[in-house]
């Protein structure tokens, strides 16, 4: 089982930054087992890949939407994982979500725990 909370979202001007934190409380497996990603959700919209991350093996694996401006990272002695996000534009509004499973994939289908979400606004 797992448990995620995301935190770190805001109110951003476009070309900003932003740090997004998903703590991550586990019990049968450790943190590191466990593939992760981050999925964001705007306004009458389905929910939409950003990253994901296989601790196990290193992979990471970046929508094309986000390559080269977010980037992922994690402190597993704190159960966390962090997406940092640079040079923000106004289509990067939406809530985002942290997610975990045991296989990672572009699919929000893929993931058996989420978080409840953190709101990042983008002003232009």
């Known amino acids: 089982q797992v448990q995620l909370v995301e935190s770190g979202g805001g109110l951003v001007q476009a070309g900003g930054s932003l740090r997004l934190s998903c703590v991550a409380s586990t019990s049968g497996r450790t943190f590191g087992s466990y593939a992760m990603g981050w999925f964001r959700q705007a306004p009458g919209k389905d929910r939409e890949f950003v990253v994901y991350v296989i601790w196990s093996s290193g992979f990471t694996y970046y929508a094309d939407s986000v390559k080269g401006r977010f980037s992922i990272s994690s402190d597993n002695a704190k159960n966390t994982m962090y997406l940092q996000m640079d040079y923000l534009k106004p289509e990067d509004t939406a809530v985002y979500y942290c997610?975990?499973?045991?296989?990672?994939?572009?699919?929000?289908?893929?993931?058996?725990?989420w978080g409840h979400g953190t709101q990042v606004t983008v002003s232009s």
């Open positions: 997610a975990a499973g045991t296989i990672a994939t572009r699919n929000t289908a893929s993931y058996d725990y």
